[in-house]
């Protein structure tokens, strides 16, 4: 008797439920990959001379740290540009993430930090010796923290978007940046200046790409579901 | 006799330009439209309650000079401060970054220290001390320069960090600051004997990319952000905002504090307690003191 309807029942339940996870389940995700790059002839990097500590100068004797405004890659590529979503995002996941931003070897590791509005990230010295650091910011408050050697890394954040030049009183040579932006969809490029922002449902977007040289531009893309779109970005190169 | 015509239009000229000369106010006086960027504000000093409507006006006959219309710090006097010469420019008050404060660095400061630096002025700055103001002339000041930054808007004040009693100075706590100086390396901008000529200091530069020069312990006792042993506590644990003067609040602990307070105290040309005990003790043991500086520094010098 009860056997009797025991398939039907399973099989309006399967459906049900299948229809259900289609309903709720989101439409695919786009990705947006591509490449920043240049024309024109970019300013030569410089060495650094670190004499003033000669801890460091000693570290990079061999292999002397080069000033990072411009860092080009093969084929006319720009590393630690930004990309970003600058209009079109639907909501951004809030970050819970934490970053990190060391002080090491006299230099910034990564040399530009892109974070999220609100987001925490990690100042820590790995160094033997004092830096004070001294993010320069207008928007958001002005702080400046001393971190003798030894000291555990603090947590730090910013309320509001911006492009924040970042510097060591002690040692000038020291530059990085902290890019805050509003949304959780960026990438900052690598040493072939590759980037790759995933996630994204899909729609029309403006992607912005930002370099503390070159400044900005933008792309309008509109991605469909589970489209993965390749822009590129060049930048026009002067040196100075 | 008849003048000639030639006199007659010279004299006819003169006329016009002088009335012409007169018709035009004089520069100084002509009104400049002063430019903020929040509504009314308040002030709270003491039970003194300042108002931005009159500061305007105190603003407008004291300040502007230097401060300039737009509160930016770009009065038309203060193309004359050279910062590479040692004088600080005017503050920007659209920043709202404070150099002297009893907040935490990062902080807006109280509206009493505000106050006070418009009373006690800048040492070694075209800023002077504004004591022929009244105490509610200050305070509808610190009120109106408010007006420049919406930060008074959306921010509070910091909260003023906690200064535990002074203990007594002696040579232990000299010593023991002495030793902070060192490690906190201090020197590589005050310089080894604190006379403003560490190995950075040339390099040093404000957050609008101006040259500025690190506190030389031999001017005495003029500090910019007051005199007594408390605001010196309170320059190195709140920093100097706007400056290459960091905060120390997360790294010295407030007993330590005072011990570099007490050092610092024996850098100064003064007359003073610390230095009277710091004296007695290098005559009689200078020899074993290890100089400051990179020699002595973990991981520097070599």
Known sequence: MKTKYFLPVLLVLLVSAALAAMAVAPPAAGTVTGKVTYTGTPPKMKPIDMSKEPTCAKEHAANPVMT???????????????????????????PSKTLRFDQKGCQYIPHVLPMQVDQNFEIANDDPFLHNIHPLPKLNSEWNKSQPPGTPAFTAKYDKAEFISVKCNVHP??????????????????????????????????????QEQFGTQTQDVTIAGGETKNITFTFKALPY | ??????????????????????????????????????????????????????????????????????????????????????FAKPRDFTMATFKCRSTP??????????????????????????????????????????????KWETQKAGTPIPIPPEP?????????????????????????????????APTLTDNKDNPIRPYNFATGSRFKCGETNQDLYKIFMTGLDGTPMPSFADVIQPPDAWNLVHFLRTLQPLDSP??????????????????????SAPGGGQ
């Not at chain 1, 969809?185 to 029309?204: C, Q, R």
């Not at chain 2, 030639?6 to 400049?32: N, R, S």
């Open chain 2, 1 to 86: 006799m008849r003048p000639k015509f030639e006199v007659l239009a010279l004299f006819l000229g003169a006329a016009a330009l002088l009335l012409t000369v007169a018709a035009v106010p004089c520069w100084a006086q002509m009104d400049i439209n002063i430019h903020t960027v929040t509504g009314p504000m308040e002030s709270h000093v003491g039970d003194v309650t300042g108002n931005s409507h009159d500061g305007r006006a105190y603003y407008r006959r004291s300040c502007i000079g230097c401060h300039g219309p737009d509160g930016d710090g770009n009065g038309e006097n203060a193309m004359w401060f050279d910062p590479t010469m040692g």
């Open chain 2, 168 to 200: 007594p100075a002696n040579i232990d706590s000299i010593l023991k600051g002495r030793q902070l100086f060192q490690n906190m390396q201090c020197w590589k901008c005050h310089g080894p004997a604190g006379h403003g000529d560490g190995p950075s």
């Open chain 1, 68 to 94: 990072e405004t411009v860092v080009t890659g093969p084929g006319n590529t720009v590393e630690w540009a930004v990309v970003y979503v600058s209009a079109g995002d639907q909501g951004s996941t809030p």
């Open chain 2, 105 to 150: 660095t990062g902080t807006l400061p109280t509206d009493e220290d505000l106050f006070n630096a418009i009373s006690r002025g800048f040492e070694t700055t075209n800023m002077p001390r504004w004591q022929a103001l009244t105490v509610q002339q200050r305070a509808d000041l610190v009120a109106f320069i408010k007006t420049f930054s919406t």
């Open chain 1, 173 to 210: 040579w020291m530059h990085g940046y902290f890019v805050v932006l509003p949304t959780s969809h960026y990438a900052v490029t690598d040493n072939s200046g590759s980037f790759s922002i995933s996630g994204l449902p899909p729609g029309k977007y403006t992607l912005t790409a930002w």
């Open chain 2, 274 to 295: 610390e230095a009277k005990i710091w004296k007695e003790w290098v005559a009689s043991h200078g020899k074993e003191l290890k100089p400051i500086g990179p020699e």
